[in-house]
């Protein structure tokens, strides 16, 4: 019961003690310490916003989804160092994309904006949940039809059937 107290949420204390220290350029008891206590703080800090637990429906599709984001995020890296090395050879073709959605999870659409913005050359800027849509922010559109396709086939519809 104390330990629940304390560690409302062990996991993401551990997790973010393990990030702390992989940032930091040595390893001292000091940053041990420090960490542990920002780790601690943010787990009880979580337990004031009471988040609902996460409901998994289909543990499959998150091994999809994952094989289809580092697929992407490799793809997109090689296509702005393609753009950043060719300089003026390429010019990108940026635009902003106003993209409806049909997930609704909060959980789904907060994993979504983390996909997005990972991936580089992209950003999520802004989501209105009254139209259910998303501005995003892309350096090199070359159809804006088929990034909207591939965003809602690769991540939007597993994300549907892993939350909702």
Known sequence: MIRRHILPYPLLSLSLVVMWLLLQQSLSLGHVLLGSLIAIGAGRAMQALQPDPPRVRNPIAIIKLIFYVVADVLRSNIAVAIIAVSGRKHQPHPAFILMP????????????????????GSAWLEYTPGHNTVLLHVLDVVDEDEWVRTVKHNYERLLMEIFE
């Open 101 to 120: 959605l049909e997930l609704t999870d909060k959980l789904g659409l907060a994993v979504l904006s983390i996909i997005v913005t990972a991936t580089p």
